[in-house]
């Protein structure tokens, strides 16, 4: 059973930093890909970026240069570090997992996913 719990949301100021984690169980293929996606409220959900098991990444570009995902491969772990958040990062964060063999990008149709956490900009 694949499990993705994300952590680290919460209240930050503007222009601010931020990281966000998800860990990953119960996944063993080694060729995959992960995935950060955020959901404003009234709004559609939206990728903003993705890592896949080669370390390649891949941005929106609402959060290029300020959103830097990182991978621990042995701790199952995805750690990505917000900076100069912007006001409309408020949102649900979720990560999301797949097999690579689906493609990797932020328009990549996920099949796992959390059950998101909360940032508040303020």
């Known amino acids: 059973h694949v499990q993705l719990v994300e952590s680290g949301g919460g209240s930050v100021q503007a222009g601010g930093s931020l990281r966000l984690s998800c860990a990953v169980s119960?996944?063993?293929?080694?060729?995959?890909?992960l995935g950060w996606f955020r959901q404003a409220p009234g709004k559609e959900r939206e990728g903003v970026a993705v890592?896949?098991?080669?370390?390649?990444?891949s941005y929106a570009d609402s959060v290029k240069g300020r959103f830097t995902p990182s991978k621990d491969n042995a701790k199952r772990t995805l750690s990505p570090q917000m900076s100069n958040i912007e006001s409309e990062g408020t949102a649900t964060y979720y990560c999301?997992?797949?097999?690579?063999?689906?493609?990797?990008?932020?328009?990549?149709?996920?099949?796992?996913w959390g059950q998101g956490t909360q940032v508040t900009v303020s």
């Open positions: 119960g996944y063993t293929y080694s060729r995959d890909c």
């Open positions: 890592i896949d098991s080669d370390g390649s990444t």
């Open positions: 999301a997992l797949d097999v690579l063999e689906r493609g990797c990008s932020p328009t990549t149709v996920f099949h796992i």
